[in-house]
């Protein structure tokens, strides 16, 4: 512990992942009929989200990281925590993110979830955020595994929590797939384990680094980078491996899809840089050509991605889709193995986390006044019936297009000037454009159907008396504000990712 950095700071890391688990654990003791697990899930959030403004204050005013050694053992039998300014950072946001989409969703969780079982959709909840607190401070990489399948199972469960048909069976695909990936991992961290004999990073890194130094186990080395890589890249689907998350973000309860979308597969992708700079280190991935590898599959799903979204008739599987495209911006600058393009990565998945979750809420409130009618034709002249739904869903466009004040825009500036750093200079930007044009030719149109009046036929009775939910154009100002202090302010919040990076390692 530095002096610069107080005792109770030093302790936030754990006492995050420990306070949502413990909400996770009260959650069944409280009466399963009242709010009461709602209130309790949501202040937890909150407290949490405070706990990691507190922590990046003293952080970033040092740009240093440190280490908790949990029961101070320490290594090679110790486990142990790492924060900085980027996991404080990460935490934040994450935080700031969930809260707000339980906030502005309350409303269709009420109606999607009946009463006697809201309280396992609030455990899992719990469950999440703890496990994305676990990967964005651990430093040890089996404790990574453990949470990742915590991450994967409530997951799951929020996705099978509407209990239809379809949730079902979206939430099995899906279950499939994280299994996959998971195996994948699990397999990497034996080889690892058998090569280093360590499980923190930092260690591993050590030994790591002095096998490639003297040219050593590079075939199982090789092998355990991409397996690491590729069963990561599944959970945070990555193309071509995506495909089950139209459906399970599609078709889940509306704050659901919100945590899916924006922050669960965030948690994955995190972990991957931290693999890369505190496991491997940048040097050894840019060696085993892992980065160029990353670098193909993130344009890829740039295009891809966007180029499905077009074809959908449905709001929020368009929407769905959308994020295996952002998915491929944050591994366009994970590819570019630059500190620049690392960085505007780390930018992106703020504002994924940020404006994706306004995406799905606006999506939420413009069904819902619609006759909970999906498709894109049946919204027309939403905006007029919950106009903080519209306004929230064409200031989603506008970041996801990249217009200028907006997130988005910080974000795709950032990784245009870092493909300049590289030799796939020419790439980068001729798939930023054109995956900027699709973004422009689906989201545009969208916009214009909500603010396309409806003929001279009546609404449907059931769309007219349609209630706009209490708290929800609060939820959505918040969104909003996020969405405006990351396209106005991202030179500071650069500067604090910048000072993240440096310390990662």
């Known amino acids: 512990m530095t002096e610069a950095i107080g005792p109770f700071a030093y302790n936030i890391p754990f006492f995050s992942i420990f306070l949502a688990m413990l909400s996770a654990i009260a959650v069944p003791l409280l009466p399963r009929t009242s709010r009461t697990a709602e209130r309790l899930t949501m202040a937890v959030t909150a407290l949490v989200g405070v706990l990691s403004a507190y922590l990046l204050a003293n952080v970033a005013g040092t740009g240093e990281s440190f280490t908790f050694m949990m029961g101070h053992f320490p290594a090679p039998w110790g486990n142990e925590l790492r924060?900085?300014?980027?996991?404080?950072?990460?935490?934040?946001?994450?935080?700031?993110?969930?809260?707000?989409?339980?906030?502005?969703?309350?409303?269709?969780?009420?109606?999607?979830?009946?009463?006697?079982?809201?309280?396992?959709?609030?455990?899992?909840?719990?469950?999440?955020?703890?496990?994305?607190?676990?990967?964005?401070?651990?430093?040890?990489?089996?404790?990574?595994?453990?949470?990742?399948?915590?991450?994967?199972?409530?997951?799951?469960?929020?996705?099978?929590?509407?209990?239809?048909?379809?949730?079902?069976?979206?939430?099995?695909?899906?279950?499939?797939?994280?299994?996959?990936?998971?195996?994948?991992?699990?397999?990497?961290?034996?080889?690892l384990y058998d090569l280093t004999g360590h499980l923190l990073m930092q260690h591993m890194r050590t030994s790591i680094a002095e096998m490639t130094a003297a040219g050593r186990h590079t075939l199982p080395l090789t092998v355990s980078l991409i397996l690491m890589t590729t069963g990561l890249a599944v959970k945070s689907a990555l193309y071509p491996f995506g495909s089950w998350l139209p459906d399970a973000h599609g078709n889940a309860t509306n704050a659901s899809s919100a945590i899916l979308s924006g922050l669960v597969l965030k948690g994955h992708i995190f972990l991957i840089i931290k693999v890369f700079f505190r496991v491997f280190g940048t040097d050894t991935v840019r060696l085993l050509h892992m980065d160029s590898a990353l670098l193909f599959f993130g344009m890829a799903g740039m295009v891809m991605g966007s180029l499905h979204a077009l074809c959908q008739t449905s709001l929020k599987r368009m929407i769905a889709w959308s994020s295996i495209a952002q998915v491929g911006y944050i591994f366009l600058g994970i590819g570019l193995n630059t500190a620049a393009g690392i960085a505007a990565g780390c930018l992106h998945i703020l504002v994924h986390a940020a404006v994706k979750p306004m995406l799905f809420t606006a999506a939420g409130g413009l069904i819902a006044v619609s006759g909970h009618k999906k498709e894109l034709q049946a919204l027309r002249g939403a905006f007029y019936r919950n106009r903080w739904a519209g306004v929230g869903l064409i200031a989603g466009a506008c970041s996801m297009i990249g217009i200028p004040t907006f997130a988005g825009f910080a974000s795709k500036l950032n990784l245009a000037m870092a493909s300049f750093e590289s030799p796939a200079v020419l790439q980068g930007l001729v798939v930023l454009a054109l995956s900027t044009l699709l973004n422009a030719?689906?989201?545009?149109?969208?916009?214009?159907?909500?603010?396309?009046?409806?003929?001279?036929?009546?609404?449907?009775?059931?769309?007219?008396?349609?209630?706009?939910?209490?708290?929800?154009?609060?939820?959505?100002?918040?969104?909003?504000?996020?969405?405006?202090?990351l396209g106005l302010f991202y030179d500071p919040i650069m500067r604090i990712i910048g000072q993240g990076l440096a310390v990662l390692g």
Do not use: H, W
Request: hydrophobic share 55%; charged share 10%; net charge negative.
């Open 83 to 191: 924060a900085g300014p980027l996991e404080a950072l990460l935490a934040l946001f994450f935080c700031a993110s969930m809260f707000l989409s339980l906030l502005g969703n309350a409303g269709s969780t009420e109606e999607d979830i009946p009463a006697e079982r809201r309280y396992l959709f609030c455990v899992m909840v719990n469950l999440i955020l703890s496990s994305l607190l676990a990967l964005i401070y651990t430093n040890d990489i089996f404790t990574a595994y453990v949470f990742i399948e915590i991450n994967t199972i409530a997951a799951c469960a929020v996705v099978a929590a509407k209990d239809c048909g379809e949730t079902v069976r979206a939430a099995l695909r899906y279950l499939v797939m994280s299994l996959v990936g998971s195996g994948l991992i699990l397999i990497s961290i034996c080889l």
């Open 441 to 485: 030719l689906y989201y545009i149109p969208a916009a214009i159907v909500i603010l396309t009046p409806q003929s001279d036929a009546a609404p449907s009775p059931s769309a007219a008396v349609e209630p706009v939910p209490p708290f929800y154009g609060g939820a959505m100002a918040a969104f909003l504000a996020l969405n405006f202090l």
